[in-house]
């Protein structure tokens, strides 16, 4: 009978004593290994550990490609200048006229501040769409101040390149289909609020069947550091002094022949629950970068509440892009409020 000695492993017939490292066999108790090598030689903690260190990893290369992200979207805050976080959004616009066209050269001096303060503030040029007072309230068959339908062009001049910005209620099946092309493009922002991304096919896009046209905003390019702002909202009725809703803002940064790279931002002033259970006014800024053109636009998604919580609701639905307050499919969560922003070169 063949036996291993305990200690070297070497085989001989059974013996009392190995006969190559001389241990006495019967009595010989091998060491006790340390708890750690114990604990480390376990298979199943030898798995554990691979699969937390590539979760570690994963998670890393996450949060730097995030990061990487918000410090692009943070360029907008030292760039557009916008005070949102004190007063209301609309404060340094300038007012429009009631056809919502370019304030006049009365209207803009009147309302403007002076030259040297816009360079030294940053303040982009700007303009604000007031809302329908009572005593002039539309009537079923006219167009509410600022209510534009699609076929409406604005803030343009013949020839000249301009930008043009679509607020639609969309399906969530496109936007879904919307959000996965913008994916593969690798210029696409998410956040918890909102999202928004460069779109191939954006004509393609616009025309897909579950993408309703709200409004229709154009704006002429006049040279290549354009920028404006407009805002759609109306006065809280519990505290006139304040506005409900939505400033747009973009900032060209670059344009050529075929392409333009720029800055868009929306700011929300919108009443809404508080952890207290109660209502308050607040405001929200949503920044982006985009850079389009040819068959490419930008999208931007999640920046409209499915409810107003207003009094005065219907004063609010006057306008084109808020009509999605009214939506069944809004309300449900089956569709969103999307905003696309298309360049067009001009003749």
Known sequence: MLINCPRCGFQQPKDKYCAQCGVDIENFKPATPPAWKKFFGNPLIQLSLLVIIASGAGITLYQKGQQNLERRVSYLKSTVQINASTGNP????????????????????QAAPPADADAADGVVTAYKVTPPTAAAAPSPTSTPVGDKTKDTKTSTKAGTPHL?????????????????????????????????GILPGINKALSAPQVKILHKEEHSLTDAKAAAQWFYGIKDSRDPSREIGHTSVFEVNEMDANNLRGNFEVLRSWREPTSAGTFEIQRKSFPAIFEIGGDTGFFMAGVMPAQSNLENEDELVSYDIYKILRSPQFRAGDSDFVIFIEFEKGN
């Open 90 to 109: 609309a404060a340094n616009f300038t007012e429009a006229s009631a056809t919502h066209e370019e304030p006049t050269a009365d209207q803009a001096s």
């Open 164 to 196: 043009v910005f679509y607020y639609a209620e969309v399906g969530r099946g496109s936007l879904n289909s919307f959000i996965s092309a913008s994916r593969n493009t690798g210029q696409f922002m998410s956040f918890n609020d909102y999202s928004a």
